[in-house]
């Protein structure tokens, strides 16, 4: 078992930035590929980055590419999501998850954290 706790979220006006946090435990941390995902109100929850097991390779969803910046610390079990040049429409609870395949599809994460909470201001 993995077990995620996410944190950072929070309120942030337009063109602000955060850095969400995923502290993970339970097994070997370098073992696992991890993503972020994000599920807007009354919208299906969609994919935002990964990153593999080392670190080296990163994807992201084109909608934001060039803003979001995936990153992992493997002394500290964490992988990080850098959001920048936030906009409104990014507003949503954002997950992390586990998978020991990379790249992977969503159904494909085996462990998944609580979510934290995004809200960006117009």
């Known amino acids: 078992q993995v077990q995620l706790v996410e944190s950072g979220g929070g309120l942030v006006q337009h063109g602000g930035s955060l850095r969400l946090s995923c502290a993970a435990s339970?097994?070997?941390?370098?073992?696992?590929?991890m993503g972020w995902f994000r599920q807007a109100p009354g919208k299906e929850r969609e994919f935002v980055s990964a990153?593999?097991?080392?670190?080296?390779?990163?994807v992201y969803a084109d909608s934001v590419k060039g803003r979001f910046t995936i990153s992992r610390d493997n002394a500290k079990n964490t992988v990080y999501l850098q959001l920048n040049s936030l906009k409104p429409e990014d507003t949503a609870v954002y997950y992390c998850?586990?998978?020991?395949?990379?790249?992977?599809?969503?159904?494909?994460?085996?462990?998944w954290g609580q979510g934290t909470q995004v809200t960006v201001s117009s």
């Open positions: 998850a586990a998978s020991d395949l990379y790249p992977a599809l969503v159904y494909e994460y085996d462990y």
């Open positions: 339970g097994r070997t941390f370098s073992n696992y590929a």
């Open positions: 990153i593999n097991w080392s670190g080296v390779s990163t």
